[in-house]
């Protein structure tokens, strides 16, 4: 289960430097401060963008593993890593990554009826039906359902269901299951950037600042191949802002730390269509 943690104060010295992170914090709204004239926008209480703000992140320095727990040869390409375990199957890559946060937001919700997803092939399986005692097995290169009999609406058995999720469904199942983000001014936490394949990739946007003028800056968090820890990216080709990065929903083409998505998508899961109000 996921605990948030009570943030550690800290005691803050004066400079002439804008504060960009404050390694004191243990959470992603609290950790990261806006580059000057931009603020953090407010969150709705209980959404998922306020999850996600307010998601609790590893000690500084803390390297990113992958599910054997063997810390990935590659570290230099992210700024904090989101304290969530990974599993211990390669399976919560990319796309999985956005499935296994909002699944945990809706379970931390106790909206149990709300979580399901579509695998590749386009099945729906919840979790509802999985409790109950659906179960998958492959036939003929397809995906088919039995039922056990046997109830076990446990989160050890939950954990079980999203393993299932990760291995049949993926970046097309996950971009199918959503809805373009058509104007820069509505791109909100909890979206995210994707390039739907095998393989393909997807970036969550994990926070939102603004400024005065409305000109906004995003927060941009992943997994990757081999399953690994969910991490937020250094912005690699503007460091002056980094990690925080500018998207243009118009652009041909948008580059992260470690990917470029051409053309740039950003969508948003379609039971999250109705944007969320931002509080003034």
């Known amino acids: 289960m996921l605990f948030i943690f009570n943030n550690v104060a800290a005691q803050v010295t004066e400079t002439t430097i804008p504060l960009i992170f404050d390694k004191s914090k243990s959470t992603i709204r609290t950790r990261f401060t806006p580059p000057k004239g931009y603020f953090w926008v407010k969150e709705t209480p209980k959404s998922f963008g306020e999850y996600m703000v307010n998601f609790p992140l590893h000690p500084p320095n803390f390297p990113i593993r992958d599910y054997k727990a063997v810390p990935i040869e590659e570290q230099s390409f992210h700024i904090a890593i989101l304290k969530i375990d990974v599993g211990d199957k390669d399976l919560q890559q990319c796309a999985d990554a956005w499935m296994r946060l909002f699944a945990e937001y809706l379970w931390s919700q106790k909206r149990f009826d709300e979580i399901g997803f579509e695998f590749t092939s386009g099945q729906f399986f919840s979790w509802n039906d999985f409790k109950k005692g659906i179960r998958t097995k492959e036939y003929k290169n397809r995906v088919t359902f039995y039922n056990t009999g046997y109830t076990d609406d446990s989160y050890l058995n939950f954990r079980k269901y999203l393993s299932i999720i990760f291995r049949y469904a993926g970046t097309i199942s996950l971009d199918r299951e959503s809805v373009p983000v058509l104007k820069n001014s509505e791109i909100q936490t909890g979206d995210f950037i994707i ?57 041909p083409k948008t580059s992260t730390a470690k990917y470029m998505f051409k053309p740039t998508s950003i969508k948003r899961f379609h039971a999250l269509e109705v944007k969320e109000k931002e509080t003034p």
Request: aromatic share 8%; glycine share 8%; proline share 9%.
């Open 195 to 251: 390039k739907p394949g095998s393989p393909g990739h997807s970036v969550i946007v994990v926070g939102v600042a603004k400024n005065a003028g409305g000109k906004r800056l995003y927060l941009l968090a992943e997994s990757y191949m081999p399953a690994q820890d969910i991490h937020i990216l250094k912005n690699i080709s503007k460091p002056n802002i980094s990690p925080w990065y500018e998207l243009d929903v118009a652009a």
